[in-house]
């Protein structure tokens, strides 16, 4: 090798040699600004984070009781796992105030054993009937399974509500129990709320919460680009740095509004479409109830929207969920025009049953208190036992 050339590659890697410390010098300077970041933030939300639950919320929902703290907790520790057809259900988890079994389910109040069979009740819902913001025996399932064996009927209530979970995922989740060769003798739907959310996200009904999310990641391990790049974005996404940066632009721009980008105007074909679907899997279900032998019972839940005086803190939850406010009520003014829907004697609009209500109800938009939850069981118990009657013998 000649010396011009030798000295041209000499150069060169001297130059690759320098560039390569310099990333990683860089690197290594961003590393640990991210790490001295993550410590300060980490300081910081100790030290000023809000109560986990509000003061209001434990004296005037929940008596001045302390156990709310320690389910909220419970709650942030919850983590989903894959289930067939449905996309999740919960892990196992044993907690104070929830107990998850090994099939996803949460617990439900049992009566005394007596060794005698009992009949069975399947419920199906969201977070509201699985009982978000209640312990195990004051959810509506447990205190419903309670409320029935207090009038002579012992009844094995399964709850297979699930966080999250629209119609159409608790029909699917029904033919599963079936296909296993699970016979209930009645089948509880509780919906409304996540039907009419997950159409105003997703701007079509019928789809699953945040279906978009499933879109992203469908087939994502078998792309390493689109992989590497999800990965990329995650942890930019829940980076220090991306943290500072948001809060540096609050201080130049402003706050920043976390509503959803949705349109002004709900239109009225969009809350027809969420009544369609709902009626649509009712009817699949009806068909199942027919081969299966079982009854059912419908019932529409409420929401803060519908309350006529709310306390000052349901009022702040309201407003800070106004963006569902428009397809709630669309919705609303849709089923009331239904009257194919009004004339099943199988369907309960429970809407109004907080109208007028001087208690603290909700403790968010949707999800009740334990009081109200023993409202809710009550305003049901009559309707299960209607559909339960003859079906077996009273204790």
Known sequence: MTRPRFQTLRRLLR??????LLLGLSLAL???????????????????????????????????????????????????????????????FQGSTIHIDDQGRRAVWKPPEDGKPRLKLLVLGGSSLWGFGARDDETIPSLLARYLHDRGVAVE???????GYVSTQEVVALARE??????????????????SASTLLEGKAGLTTNERNRAREF?????????????????VADSALRRTAEAV?????????PTPALPAVVPD???RAVVDAYQANMELVDALAARYGFRTLFAWQPAVFDRASPTPFEREEAAKYAWLAPIFE??????????????????????????????LIFIDYCHTTERANAQIAERLTTPVLERLSGRGKTK
Do not use: C
């Open 15 to 20: 130059a690759f040699r320098d560039g390569w």
């Open 30 to 92: 961003i590393v640990a600004l991210e790490l001295g970041l993550r410590g300060a933030f980490a300081l910081k939300d100790m030290v000023a984070a809000p109560p986990m639950v509000d003061p209001r919320l434990i004296r005037d929902g929940y008596g001045g009781e302390s156990w709310p703290v320690q389910h909220r907790r419970e709650l942030e520790a919850l983590s989903d796992r894959w289930e067939p057809y449905t996309y999740f259900r919960q892990r196992p």
């Open 157 to 163: 209530v399964r709850n297979l509500a699930e966080i």
């Open 178 to 195: 079936l296909q296993a060769g699970y016979r209930p003798d009645v089948v509880l739907f509780y919906d409304g709320v996540n039907d």
């Open 219 to 235: 087939n994502l391990l078998q792309s390493p680009a689109r992989a590497t790049v999800a990965a990329l974005g995650k942890l």
């Open 249 to 257: 632009a609050r201080r130049v721009v402003g706050p920043v509004d």
């Open 269 to 271: 074909d969009l809350a």
């Open 330 to 359: 669309r919705v609303g003014a849709e089923l009331e025009k239904r009257e194919s829907l009004k004339s099943r004697s199988d369907f309960l609009d429970l809407r109004p049953l907080f109208k007028d209500s001087p208690d």
